[in-house]
């Protein structure tokens, strides 16, 4: 799905190519140096090849007096190739594009350059309202400001609805329910049940309320049932006076876990294991698909049902429904790089368009919303206003909050155990909780 997400970029990349001129660069003078801009993205090696593009990084490196050079890093050892090129006094690169996870692993090990007194508020201002919130509270780690925003949408987790199907089977319309406030996992539990069904008497299910496309082993959802949690104020980690404390052994996290151990095994919601959960829901057999936003563009355009995009219901510890982002990405600084923080940033700024004045703040937004409208086919308003709430609302899941990964596997694990119906929620976290706090106490807690 990622190609869909660097059409969306490159559409967007057009505005900055468009208004190219003088703002800020005048300011900073590299003095002919060579800036290595590290990602992950092979595209993003042929962004400035030709036309406009092209013409573009020419106009920033004359202004900027600078030559760029972009190049890639292997995502499995980027971590630790960073941290032995600080190490040694000599990173490789200037500027890194970096997941949360890797942010936070940089930053413990001190290997990010502090950005607090580099970003000052007059570059939230020229930030596109939609990208304010991004920076301001996930490029922080344990307090400190270590990323600035890049325009990556972070794929949102959201519900695809079967419009058609519940015309079909008589069931409640999800968007009224959503303004009514009534979109709870009452309701949901509700629909899903109703709508599973053994349709032509066999013995087996051939219609079913809910699929996730996660790709967890023997379809046990464990990632989709943690993004869950949290629409019931879950937390997976939590700071008490000075400490950092495991949080998923709460009653707001049980209860998502026994919600969905028991759609799962008494009442068989879910389509099992053994099929393309995609093409399965593009059948119309299939109540519900709990999917990354980016994917909304197959299903209008491949189906002849209709759908909806709209949030996860609310727990009954919420009161507000939750967004969750998954791999939140930001551009980081090596600690001891040898050029000025706010020339690196504000070049940033210049070459891919996130500020003003090179671009059009206002436009941008209206242009950002617009392009996911036509690229997703989206069929109703209530997608659209889908996104762009969840745009400006989405929170991140606190993934990179537990360091160990054979810690994070044993919870991982804890989570399946519930869903295969083997443990209670309260059961699989209080076996686990001390394991995962001394991980959190290793890392965080004196």
């Known amino acids: 799905m990622r190609s869909g997400f660097v059409r969306t970029a490159l559409c967007l990349l057009a505005l900055v190519f468009s208004i190219s001129g003088a703002g800020l660069a005048g300011q900073y003078d590299f003095g002919g140096a060579t800036v290595n801009i590290y990602w992950h993205y092979a595209d993003a090696l042929n962004w400035f090849q030709e036309g406009e593009s092209k013409a573009h990084l020419e106009w920033v490196e004359k202004e900027f007096n600078v030559k760029v050079v972009h190049n890639n890093y292997n995502s499995a050892t980027m971590v630790d190739d960073l941290i032995a090129g600080v190490m040694a006094g000599e990173p490789a690169g200037d500027l890194y594009v970096a ?19 580099v970003l000052d508020a007059s570059y939230f201002e020229r930030l596109p309202e939609v990208f304010r919130n991004y920076t301001a509270q996930y490029g922080v780690y344990d307090g400190t400001l270590y990323g600035f925003c890049r325009h990556y949408q972070p794929p949102m987790t959201g519900l695809v609805w079967n419009k058609s199907f519940f015309e079909r089977e008589g069931l409640p ?33 051939d219609q079913w309320g809910f699929v996730s496309a996660a790709g967890d082993e023997n379809d046990l959802i464990q990632s989709f049932v943690y993004s869950w949690a949290f629409t019931n ?15 998923f ?45 980016w994917w909304m563009h197959w299903f209008n355009a491949n189906m002849e049902d209709r759908c909806g995009l709209t949030y996860l219901p609310k727990g009954p510890d919420a009161e507000e429904y939750f967004v969750p982002g998954t791999i939140l990405e930001m551009w980081v600084i090596p600690r001891n790089v040898k050029h000025d923080p706010k020339a690196l940033v504000e070049l940033a700024n210049a070459l891919y368009g996130y500020t003003a004045p090179y671009i059009d703040i206002d436009a941008f937004d209206q242009e950002f919303i617009e392009t996911f409208a036509n690229t997703m086919n989206l069929d109703d308003q209530e997608s659209l206003d889908w996104f762009i709430d969840a745009s400006r609302s989405w929170r991140n899941r606190q993934r990179a909050d537990i360091p160990s990964t054979q810690a994070w596997q ?19 976290m209080a076996e686990i909780a001390p394991v995962i706090q001394a991980a959190l106490d290793e890392e965080f807690n004196e």
């Open 233 to 247: 104020g879950a937390q997976l980690t939590k700071r008490v006076g000075n400490s950092v404390v495991f949080g």
């Open 99 to 117: 997941n949360d996870q890797q942010m936070a692993a940089l930053a413990r090990q001190g290997a990010l350059m502090p950005l607090n007194d």
């Open 173 to 205: 319309d999800v968007y009224e329910l959503v303004e009514a406030g009534e979109w709870t996992w009452d309701r949901f539990r509700e629909i899903v049940i109703a709508a599973t069904k053994d349709r032509d008497g066999d013995g087996e299910l």
């Open 410 to 428: 044993t919870f991982w694990d804890a989570i399946g155990s519930v869903m295969k119906g083997e443990k209670t929620g309260a059961v699989a």
């Open 249 to 293: 052994n709460e009653p707001e996290a049980i209860k998502a876990l026994d919600f969905w151990s028991e759609l799962r095994n008494k009442h068989r919601v879910i389509m099992g294991a053994g099929y393309d959960k995609i093409s399965k829901f593009g059948e119309g057999n299939v109540a519900f698909i709990a999917i990354d936003h």
